[in-house]
């Protein structure tokens, strides 16, 4: 069967909704079956893997799609995240019986990856980044570059492809799903991400963009 293959941060996972959430609000062991992701495979009657990473930053979200086994009949769909959310990538893998340092955790697919979210005046790496690194422009700048790269990458294994953000973006191969819409006019779940019907909503909105043009 072919694949669907979604890309993304908590907002693709299914982090919040009922069967995604577990204790201190921490998401869950899988994604979730009311998620886009899920939906969307539904509708176009293929598998899916949902490659969703809760709290990835673009960047990461970038070297997931290329480093990715991609199967001759996938087709893909990204929903880009947050601007502001940085990482430092690795590719290198935790060695038995070592410990991971403070904001270090270990991918799905057993990559190193150091998080750096949203500012946290509790995290010196995030306080440090916050004041001497980030830029709000630099970031966009470099969004806007990945995703050029990922659809030259995409295209050139010819995989079917669609772009889509949470934030709005000015660059010809972003499909606008009116996120503001749907955080502002569907109810979210207790801590803040997209609900149900909202999830339902995203899914219908891409859907009909890949079948409608």
Known sequence: MDRLVAFGCSYTYGHGLPDCIMAKGRAGKKPSK????????????????????????????????INFPFKPTDTVVILWTYLSRHCILSHKKLEPGSKLDNEVSVLPNGNLHTFIGTYDPRSLMSARYYRLLHNEEDQLIMTNHYISYVRLYLEKHNIPNLQTTIKKLDHPLIYDNNWNDLTENYPLTPDNHLGIEAQEELANRIHKRMTEG
Do not use: Q, R
Request: zero cysteines.
């Open 34 to 65: 009311f998620a886009w992701p899920h939906l969307l495979a539904k509708k176009l009657d293929k598998e899916l893997y949902n490659a969703g990473v809760p709290g990835a930053s673009n960047k990461l979200i970038m070297d997931t799609v």
